[in-house]
């Protein structure tokens, strides 16, 4: 009588299984009491960048008031998977003893709005974020967090963002930028109000400067704006602005045209620093086809079409990029690239100024061309009538720049001393009494300029995080194929022998 084998598999299961209990749902249970998540992701999305930690504990005299205008319960919802890397960052972030972190619905509490914002000039939105510290606040807008990079790859930006604010809020004050006065310029208060307003939007502290009085620029200035003015620098200023220049300072000039009696010599000494020259002129549009509407809602000779060339998105010549967004926003419709009462501007020759060798120029804003109807060549309508300057300069510009390209904007950065310059041959995008609607592009580049000037939310070299996928290309469609065989249908037909050989031996 043929002997029976001892079958030990279901009891060597139900032993297993136990074991498996006894271990794993002790353990689970362990780690759900203490809440803890393992962060498998490449970049780190759900954990605190060790910069971020050290800025906060370098900071741990200070209390931080973080106040989220949005429910933080929200992003546990199955649908707000995407925005967990901002809820692990926030709620992390309230781990430490000196981050009080207060998340409201601005609907359900708009006396906490109004007590953060008094004069309305953040605009708060629900899912903006307010830092506070040293009585300095910084609003992080909500459609800053996420943001895709060139390749459409959607990256979190969120923790970068906080610490900038962090660490702006914890100096005692904001980024300042300085409006020059004495020289008849527009002022802050008047003509360049709503920009100013603009400026503190985008979390700047702004005023303006007697340069001549104060005898020097103030530390904490990031950006120095002249406007408009109608006589020019005193030579104690000029030097105190190249002096900035050379350790690194960011200037803005917007000239606009000017009846003057002889040259600008100081302004064109600090523009000469950075290769860049004043021409002493008006440009008005002669073809009605490139006209714009002025505030009337009149076709006007002083208002008229422009061009935005690419930056270094689109162009590897250059390292610096001011009109690449632009461009997009106005080919979707936002924006209309024109500009109103400009004078133009001109690029000093590179072997004609000392720092010509490490400074990257570029026109920002250019004439556009228009093809003749009867000879069907391209040429330029815009017309120079000379304004201010000496009989050098008038000769130019009534005998030169007539019909021909032009330039109204330039950015310069000199890659020795890392000082930059945005100069615009006007400032009537930003006056309150000429700007409209048709000089947008133009408005919008001057404040763009600001950031490219002095970016106060990249200081600690925190990368933006994303999701990493791997992915494998193949030469045909036979490669292809015989990869799926080797992962999918090889180990099918292996685990299909198994069962039949399992079926087959199960009762013996």
Not at 12 to 37: M, R, T
Not at 128 to 153: R, T, Y
Not at 371 to 392: F, H, I, L, W
Request: hydrophobic share 40%; net charge negative.
């Amino acid at each position: 009588m043929k002997k029976k084998k001892l079958n030990l598999s279901g009891a060597f299961a139900f032993i297993l299984a136990v074991l498996v209990l006894l271990i794993f749902v002790p353990i689970n249970l362990i780690v759900s009491y203490y809440d803890k998540g393992f962060d498998m992701t490449p970049s780190k999305k759900y954990t605190l960048n060790d910069k971020t930690v050290k800025l906060i504990n370098d900071n741990s005299d200070k209390e931080i008031d973080l106040y989220f205008l949005y429910k933080l319960e929200k992003f546990k919802k199955a649908e707000a998977s995407e925005l967990l890397p901002l809820y692990h960052t926030l709620t992390q972030l309230d781990e430490f003893d000196n981050i009080n972190l207060t998340c409201f619905n601005p609907n359900e509490n708009a006396a906490l709005t109004k007590e953060l914002d008094p004069n309305n000039i953040l605009s708060l939105e629900a899912g903006d974020l307010v830092v506070k510290c040293n009585n300095v606040s910084k609003k992080i807008a909500h459609g800053k967090f996420f943001q895709e990079n060139q390749s459409g790859v959607r990256e979190f930006a969120g923790e970068a963002l906080i610490d900038s604010a962090i660490a702006t809020c914890a100096s005692g004050s904001l980024p300042a930028i300085y409006f020059l006065t004495g020289h008849g310029e527009k002022s802050i208060d008047g003509n360049l109000s709503s920009f100013a307003l603009q400026l503190k939007a985008k979390d700047y502290d702004v005023q303006e400067l007697d340069l001549e009085k104060e005898g020097s620029i103030p530390a904490n200035a990031k950006i120095i704006y002249l406007v408009a003015p109608q006589k020019d620098l005193t030579e104690k200023e000029k030097d105190i602005i190249l002096d900035y220049a050379e350790n690194g300072g960011a200037i803005s000039f917007l000239l606009d045209p000017c009846e003057t009696e002889g040259r600008f010599y100081n302004i064109e000494a600090v523009m000469e620093y950075f290769g860049l020259i004043l021409d002493y002129n008006i440009v008005t549009e002669t073809s009605r086809a490139n006209m714009l509407d002025d505030r009337e809602y009149t076709q006007n000779e002083n208002y008229f079409r422009v061009e935005y060339p690419a930056g270094s998105q689109y162009n590897s010549e250059f390292t610096q990029d001011l009109t690449s967004d632009l461009n997009y926003l106005i080919s979707q419709g936002d924006y209309v690239a024109g500009i109103a009462y400009p004078r133009s501007l001109t690029e000093i020759p590179e072997d004609s100024f000392p720092g010509a060798a490490y400074t990257e120029r570029s026109s920002i804003i250019k004439n556009i061309s228009t093809t003749n109807a009867e000879t069907g060549e391209p040429g330029y309508t815009t017309a120079s009538k000379s304004m201010g300057g000496d009989e050098v300069t008038a000769q130019q510009a009534d005998e030169l720049l007539s019909g021909m390209a032009l330039d109204f904007g330039y950015y310069s950065y000199n890659k020795e001393s890392n000082a930059k310059m945005f100069v615009l041959g006007t400032s009537a995008p930003i006056d309150n009494d000429l700007l409209n609607v048709d000089v947008s592009g133009t408005q919008t580049l001057t404040l763009f300029s600001n950031t490219w000037l002095y970016d106060a939310d990249v200081q600690f070299g925190v990368e933006n995080k994303f999701n990493s996928y791997d992915k494998m290309t193949f030469r045909d469609a036979g490669e292809a194929k015989t990869v799926m065989a080797v992962v999918y249908v090889i180990p099918l037909i292996i685990a299909g022998i198994g069962v039949a050989v399992w079926l087959k031996r199960r009762h013996s």
